[in-house]
C-alpha cells in the first residue's frame, strides 16, 4: 500500500455487512478519513482495529481534503468511510474522491452497501430504469426547480430522506407528481426493516399523524404514458380497417368490441 486512497462501504445498518477485505484494508492504511470519527469508532472497535482518524464532512471538507491528499502525496494511504454505506454518493467524500484524481492519487474502491440500491432491490417497484435524486433541499426554491425537474421524469425515482422531514417531503411530492405509487424503505439491514408499498396521497395521509424512525429510502414510479381517449369513431375506424383486410363486418365489429369499451351492436351498425 502507498499512495493510495481507498474508498471504503461500511454497513448501512448490520455491522455483519462489513467485507473481510474492508476489515483488512482498515487495518492496513495509515489513516482514516471519517464523517463521523465517533461513528466509526464503534465500527473500529467492534472489529478490533486502531487507527488514526481524521475528521472530514461538509464543513471541514476543502480544508481536510488539503490536509489528507497532502499526506498521501508524502508517502501514506488513506481510507475515506461514511457513517454508512458507500462514500461520495450524496457525501462530501466525492470531493475527496476528485481532487486525488486531479492530482494523479490513485482511487481504489472496496465496495459495500449502498441504501439507494438495496431498497430499490426490497421494494418491489420497477427497477429496470430508474433515477437516483438523493435529498432534496432545505431551499424552497431549490426544492420547487427540483420537484419540477422531475414532473415529467418516466424512470423510476429514487430518494432519502430524514424522519423529521418526511411529511412535508411526501406532501410536496403529492402536489408535483400526484397520486403514484410509492415504495417507503426504513431501517434497511436492521432488526425493524420495513418496506411500506403505498400511494402518494395514503403516504402523505399517514405520516401527518406518524412519526417513522431511522435513515429513510423514498421509491417512487415514473410518469406513466399517456393514452388519448378512445373515442366510437376511434372505435369504427379501427373495425372498418379489419374488413378492408378481409374480415367480415360481424367478426370485426365482434373483436373490437372485444379490445375496448364500445358495444358490438353500436360498431357492427356504423360499419353498415
Not at 96 to 107: F, T
Not at 175 to 190: C, D, H, L, P, S
Not at 235 to 253: E, F, H, T
Request: glycine share 8%; with cysteine.
Amino acid at each position: 500500500m502507498n499512495k493510495k486512497l481507498y474508498v471504503v462501504g461500511t454497513p448501512i445498518g448490520n455491522l455483519g455487512d462489513l467485507s473481510p477485505r474492508a476489515v483488512e484494508t482498515l487495518e492496513n492504511v495509515d489513516f482514516i478519513a471519517a464523517e463521523d470519527t465517533r461513528v466509526t469508532l464503534k465500527l473500529l472497535n467492534h472489529f478490533g482495529i486502531k487507527k488514526e482518524m481524521v475528521s472530514y464532512f461538509e464543513h471541514n471538507k476543502r480544508e481536510r481534503g488539503e490536509v489528507i491528499t497532502t499526506r498521501i502525496l508524502q508517502g501514506e494511504t488513506c481510507a475515506i468511510v461514511t457513517d454508512a454505506g458507500m462514500p461520495a454518493i450524496s457525501d462530501p467524500g466525492e470531493d475527496l474522491v476528485r481532487m486525488c484524481h486531479e492530482l494523479g492519487i490513485e482511487v481504489e474502491s472496496v465496495p459495500g452497501p449502498t441504501a439507494f440500491a438495496t431498497a430499490l432491490a426490497i421494494s418491489g417497484m420497477n427497477t429496470g430504469r430508474f433515477t437516483f435524486e438523493g435529498f432534496l433541499s432545505v431551499s424552497k426554491k431549490s426544492r420547487r426547480e427540483h420537484l419540477e425537474e422531475l414532473v415529467c421524469e418516466k424512470r423510476t425515482m429514487v430518494f432519502y430522506e430524514a424522519p423529521h422531514k418526511l411529511s412535508r417531503t411526501l406532501d410536496d411530492m403529492l402536489e408535483y407528481f400526484g397520486n403514484r405509487n410509492i415504495a417507503i424503505v426504513r431501517e434497511i439491514t436492521k432488526v425493524h426493516e420495513e418496506v411500506i408499498r403505498t400511494t402518494l396521497a395514503e403516504a402523505s395521509e399517514r405520516y401527518h399523524e406518524e412519526k417513522p424512525k431511522g435513515e429513510i429510502v423514498l421509491i417512487i414510479e415514473g410518469k406513466k404514458e399517456e393514452t388519448a381517449e378512445l373515442t366510437l369513431n376511434d372505435a369504427i375506424a379501427m373495425a372498418q380497417k379489419l374488413v378492408d383486410g378481409g374480415m367480415s363486418v360481424n367478426a370485426a365489429a365482434k373483436e373490437i368490441a372485444g379490445a375496448t369499451p364500445f358495444k358490438k351492436g353500436d360498431i357492427y351498425k356504423a360499419l353498415l
